[in-house]
């Protein structure tokens, strides 16, 4: 094991509290494979804090670029 702080103890409270959070998270969680790069990138090239605003632009983007056909702005 590696040598630093001894593992918190965390209560039962605790767990079951992480747990739930845990299963809430991933019913939104979504697996981009190996565009996640790409993503992360672009990101960071607009100066976005968060990947919610990635998907927005992205939507936002694809709507307005009129290379799709009957999608809905």
């Known amino acids: ?4 702080r001894p593992r918190r ?4 409270e605790h767990k079951l509290k992480k747990t739930g959070y845990d299963q809430s998270r991933a019913k939104t ?6 565009a996640f790069q790409r ?14 605003e990635v998907a ?3 939507l ?3 709507a ?6 009957n999608a809905r702005p």
């Open 64 to 69: 307005t670029c009129g290379c799709h056909g």
């Open 9 to 12: 103890i965390r209560s039962a």
């Open 1 to 4: 094991m590696a040598k630093g």
């Open 29 to 34: 969680r979504i697996n981009i494979g190996e």
């Open 39 to 52: 993503w992360r990138d672009l990101r960071e090239l607009k100066g976005m804090k968060t990947d919610a």
């Open 60 to 62: 936002d983007r694809w």
């Open 56 to 58: 927005v632009f992205l």
